[in-house]
């Protein structure tokens, strides 16, 4: 039985984080390999985005964000496990964020990677 979703999810990255290059890159291959219902938007200043308000681009750079084909987003862990829905050897994760108190774990993890995110960029442009 396939339980992955199937409406494409809108993934908002920002394209000047080499971090976020890198796993972006990833991603792609597998959607593209897979033909996931995953499709890609730099986000970063400069890019594609050009519609969007400062204060909600401010909000959509200091978090991973993605959009589901109805315009509604998610942001953070919500996000990512829905990305993660959507790709082969990801899907266990997606569901085991769906155990009981694993999202606020999973939240809590990504707040503390938001905090170190600033020195690993940094670190990955050397």
């Known amino acids: 039985m396939n339980d992955t979703p199937t409406d494409t999810l809108t993934v908002l990255y920002d394209g000047a984080c080499p971090l976020c290059q890198r ?11 897979h033909h996931c219902a995953l499709q890609f938007v730099d986000i970063s200043p400069g890019s594609e985005a050009a519609g969007v308000s400062d204060d909600e681009h401010t909000a959509l750079m200091a978090r991973f964000h993605v959009q589901r084909s109805d315009g509604s987003r998610l942001s953070g862990a919500a996000a990512f496990v829905a990305m993660w829905a959507r790709l082969p050897g990801w899907r266990w994760l997606a569901r085991l964020a769906q155990l009981p108190g694993a999202m606020p774990v999973l939240e809590l993890a990504y707040r503390g990677f938001l905090r170190v995110r600033p020195w690993l960029q940094a670190l990955a442009r050397r």
């Open 23 to 33: 796993e972006i890159a990833h991603v792609r291959g597998l959607t593209e390999r």
